[in-house]
Nanobody, 121 residues
Framework: QLQASGGGLVQAGGSLRLSCAAS????????MGWFRQAPGKEREFVGA????????NYADSVRGRFTISRDNVKKTVYLQMDSLKPEDTAVYYC????????????????WGQGTLVTVSS
């Protein structure tokens, strides 16, 4: 199971850190990804991190503003979001796969429940 938390309301230019706690079949050997879904839009890739935390991949829209990290001892993945913009408003989901890193929704086997991030202008 995956449990995402840390969402909330923030002003444009502000920061938030999301957390995703993993348990069960989602272990430290899993690739972890973050996705988001804004109202009326499809779920989109935000970023991903490999099992060791060395390799990361970001969507162009967040590169340089968002940072993914993981603590395999705590089995938790983080998404540090800085310089937030109103267009970052969405429900953010964490996901896991034991396969290779992917930008596709279908590339992930396990999903958390989502946490809402609202960025006001």
């Amino acid at each position: 199971q995956l449990q995402a938390s840390g969402g909330g309301l923030v002003q444009a230019g502000g920061s938030l850190r999301l957390s995703c706690a993993a348990s069960g079949r989602t272990t430290s050997t899993s690739v972890m990804g973050w996705f988001r879904q804004a109202p009326g839009k499809e779920r989109e890739f935000v970023g991903a991190i490999n099992s060791s935390g060395v390799r990361k991949n970001y969507a162009d829209s967040v590169r340089g503003r968002f940072t993914i990290s993981r603590d395999n001892v705590k089995k938790t993945v983080y998404l540090q979001m800085d310089s937030l913009k109103p267009e970052d408003t969405a429900v953010y989901y964490c996901a896991a796969t034991r396969s290779t890193m992917s930008r596709a929704v279908l590339g992930y086997d396990y999903w958390g429940q989502g946490t809402l991030v609202t960025v006001s202008s």
